[in-house]
C-alpha cells in the first residue's frame, strides 16, 4: 500500500505519542525520554512536506527545545524551556495573524483575559518567588497565542486552549496544587493533540485558500 510522506510522518507522529503516553502511565522513563524529544520534529517534517508555512515550523521546533529542556528537573532548564515555548508562541501569533486577518469578537477575548487573570491571582501565592514574574509574563503570552489561534477557525482554537490547558496543569504541579492522578500523562496528552491541531488548523486554512493562479483563472473564465 502506497502512503504519502505526509502520511507516514503524521502516523509516526502518533506512534511516538502513543509510546510517550504509555510509558508515562506505566512509569518507563527510558521509553518517555526517548519519545518525548521526537514528536514536534515528526510533526514538523509532516508540515515541511506538506508545503507549510516556516513560522509554523519555526514554531514546533521551538516547542521541541522546551519539551528537551524540561526532561530535567533544574530550575534554569525550566525557566529555558519555558523561554523556547514562549517563542514558539510568538511565531504562531505572528502567523496567525497573516493567515487569518479577521479578529474574534469581543466575548470571547473577555473570556480569555478573565481565565489569564484568575489563573495569575490564583497562582501567585503558591508559586517560588523567582517564576512568578516569568510564569505570569509567560502566561499573558500563551493567552494570547490561544485567543488569536480562534481566527482559523474551532480546530486550531481548540488546539490553542488545549494548549492552555497543558501548561495550566504544569504550573498547578509548580505550585504544588493537588494534581489528577498521572499528572504527566495528562500534560502531555492535552500537549501534544494541541500542537496537532494547531498545525492541522493552519494547514486546513491554508489549503482552503485558492491558489492565486486558480482565483486569476476563474475572474478570467467568468469575464464577457
Not at 479577521?102 to 484568575?118: D, E, F, Q, V
Not at 477557525?153 to 490547558?165: E, K
Not at 500537549?191 to 492565486?212: D, E, K, N, S
Request: hydrophobic residues 55%; glycine residues 10%.
Amino acid at each position: 500500500m502506497n502512503r504519502s510522506p505526509a502520511r507516514v510522518l503524521l502516523a509516526a507522529f502518533a506512534a511516538a505519542t502513543a509510546v510517550d503516553l504509555v510509558s508515562l502511565v506505566t512509569g518507563f522513563d527510558p521509553g518517555h525520554t526517548v519519545a518525548k524529544p521526537l514528536l514536534l520534529p515528526l510533526l514538523a517534517a509532516h508540515v515541511v512536506v506538506r508545503g507549510g508555512p516556516r513560522l509554523l515550523v519555526a514554531a514546533l521546533l521551538c516547542g521541541w527545545g522546551g519539551d528537551v529542556l524540561l526532561l530535567s528537573d533544574a530550575d534554569a532548564a525550566f525557566l529555558a524551556g519555558m523561554a523556547s515555548f514562549a517563542a514558539g508562541h510568538v511565531c504562531y501569533l505572528v502567523l496567525f495573524r497573516r493567515t487569518a486577518p479577521a479578529r474574534p469578537g469581543l466575548p470571547l477575548a473577555g473570556a480569555y483575559a478573565l481565565a489569564l487573570i484568575a489563573l495569575v491571582v490564583l497562582l501567585w501565592p503558591d508559586l517560588p518567588a523567582g517564576l512568578r514574574v516569568p510564569v505570569a509574563g509567560y502566561s499573558l503570552l500563551l493567552t494570547a497565542m490561544a485567543y488569536s489561534a480562534t481566527r482559523l477557525g474551532p480546530v486550531a482554537g481548540l488546539g490553542g486552549a488545549l494548549f492552555m490547558v497543558s501548561d495550566t496543569l504544569i504550573a498547578t504541579g509548580v505550585a504544588d496544587w493537588p494534581q489528577l492522578p498521572e499528572p504527566a500523562f495528562w500534560i502531555m496528552l492535552t500537549y501534544a493533540a494541541a500542537q496537532f491541531l494547531l498545525v492541522r488548523g493552519v494547514l486546513g486554512t491554508l489549503g482552503a485558500r485558492p491558489a492565486p493562479a486558480a482565483a486569476y483563472g476563474e475572474m478570467r473564465s467568468t469575464t464577457p
